[in-house]
């Protein structure tokens, strides 16, 4: 038919003087590569069925050409091998979860943290892994995945979160959860990016406490204070 002369590069005529020259595996599904008179190929899905024509055993072989398709498979395989190159490499964890509040990815960094490993926290709630509490009331969090997926604003957080992992330990961290797009513009998911803020956190924590302290020494003193520059300026 004139899909096959397409696919083929071959008129109807040339088609009917030559051996079909693949092999034939009846019933099934099987994939040929065919190389055209222009010299390009051709990748096809094939399946043959047995038929009677015109009083005779014969052969019905269907060809759909799925080169575009095969393409388009290699592209996002390529895109998927270079995401998890970019996601091992971050120093920041990642975790990436659905419109269910399910994980559906994780990179080292978030697995070292959380202290789950990806095998474990695949569809588990994002609450359940990624567990932030306020470090000044030890109350649970907002789970601020809910909020994003509704505006589909991007939120980021640094202050007071604290994230208790598997097995007991804790880590400051400073947080940005952004929504994710599907290509035609739709929310599918949310993605957590959290960074280690521990010694940040603790180096800020101590100074407010000695500005506090130093001010209350200042405003409480019984002599008078004053604070000048090494140029006597006060």
């Known amino acids: 038919n004139p899909a096959a002369e397409d696919i083929f590069q071959l008129t109807i005529d040339k088609l009917l003087s030559r051996t079909f020259g693949y092999p034939i595996i009846k ?3 099987t994939e040929i590569n065919i190389v055209r008179k222009s010299r390009d190929k051709k990748v096809a899905e094939m399946r043959t069925i047995d038929i009677d024509w015109e009083g005779e055993n014969s052969f019905l072989t269907s060809i759909r050409d799925v080169s575009e398709r095969k393409k388009t498979e290699q592209a996002l395989r390529e895109s998927e091998e270079r995401l998890c190159v970019t996601l091992n ?6 975790i990436a979860v659905d419109k269910d509040n399910k994980i559906i990815r994780m990179n080292p960094q978030a697995e070292q943290m959380t202290g789950w490993a990806i095998e474990d926290a695949m569809g ?7 567990h932030i509490i306020n470090s000044r009331t030890r109350e649970v969090a907002e789970n601020r995945v809910p909020k994003v997926l509704k505006t589909g604003k991007t939120v980021r957080s640094t202050e007071h979160n604290l994230l208790a992992a ?4 804790e880590y400051q961290v400073a947080e940005t959860v952004s929504p994710l797009y599907d290509a035609r513009g739709n929310i599918i998911g949310v993605l957590i990016v959290f960074k280690d803020v521990t010694r940040e956190y603790f180096i800020q924590k101590k ?3 000695n500005e506090k302290r130093y001010r209350n020494l ?3 003193a019984g002599d008078g204070v004053v604070i000048h520059d090494l140029n006597g300026n006060i």
């Open 124 to 130: 588990e709630d994002v609450s359940s892994v990624y």
């Open 218 to 220: 200042f405003e409480h």
């Open 166 to 169: 598997k097995g007991g330990h």
């Open 89 to 94: 490499s971050i120093g920041d964890g990642v």
């Open 27 to 29: 019933g099934e599904h």
């Open 207 to 209: 100074l407010e406490e």
